[in-house]
């Protein structure tokens, strides 16, 4: 058996563009100029009051989760990354047990019944802010594996979830982070494709 454990936004969902002007929205309502994609992939981190922080120092968890949902909803450009739905189909017919982790919210399922991935994933956790917490809790009730586990994310938070939890870590670098800022943070493996992720996926789930 492997465990694979996946990012929705960034991973999974190719939506970096619409977070640019789902954030941009919450900004200019709250009084700051619009977000660029360059610099929000530039200052992005996680937990995520760390980055909104940087600009709303007195925001709290339950402000911007407040201003989020009043943006979110506004825009719509999102969609699959392409190949994406074939890899983790595929990977599913292998044996092997799939979970996202996800600081998203109330368009996960939406998203998953509209990508055709709805009897994919074992497990969804949705809103979580502190990975390291929910990734801990993951592994605990699940029993999984760790020698057998791994965690793509696109930010260097996920990275050190896995670090954290002692299980392999793939940062992809179409995501929220800029590949020298995922460098930097020495994931087992760094990929800038589908076709890539692919052939370590299938590497991982083939060994003895």
């Not at 960034?10 to 954030?23: K, P, Q, S």
């Not at 402000?63 to 599913?92: A, D, V």
Request: hydrophobic content about 35%; some cysteine.
């Amino acid at each position: 058996m492997r465990y694979l454990i996946l990012d929705w936004s960034g991973v999974i969902n190719d939506n970096v563009e619409n977070l640019v002007n789902v954030i941009s929205d919450m900004f200019v309502r709250s009084g700051q100029k619009r977000i660029t994609k360059r610099e929000l992939r530039q200052k992005w981190t996680q937990p995520y009051m760390n980055f909104y922080n940087l600009y709303f120092p007195s925001w709290t968890l339950a402000k911007q989760r407040k201003e989020y949902l009043k943006s979110i909803h506004k825009f719509k450009s999102r969609h699959i990354k392409s190949g994406m739905r074939t890899l983790l189909l595929n990977i599913k017919k292998r044996d092997c047990k799939l979970y996202v982790v996800t600081g998203d919210t109330v368009t996960v399922w939406p998203e998953i019944k509209e990508y055709g991935l709805e009897n994919v994933f074992d497990k969804v956790i949705l809103d979580s802010h502190d990975k390291t917490r929910d990734l801990n809790k993951l592994l605990k009730e699940e029993r999984i594996d760790i020698s057998s586990a791994v965690f793509v994310g696109d930010t260097t938070h996920e990275v050190e979830c896995a670090k954290s939890a002692g299980i392999k870590s793939i940062a992809v670098s179409w995501g929220m982070t800029t590949p020298s800022r995922l460098e930097k943070s020495n994931p087992d493996y760094l990929v800038k494709s589908v076709c890539t992720l692919r052939k370590i996926f299938l590497s991982i789930v083939n060994q003895p």
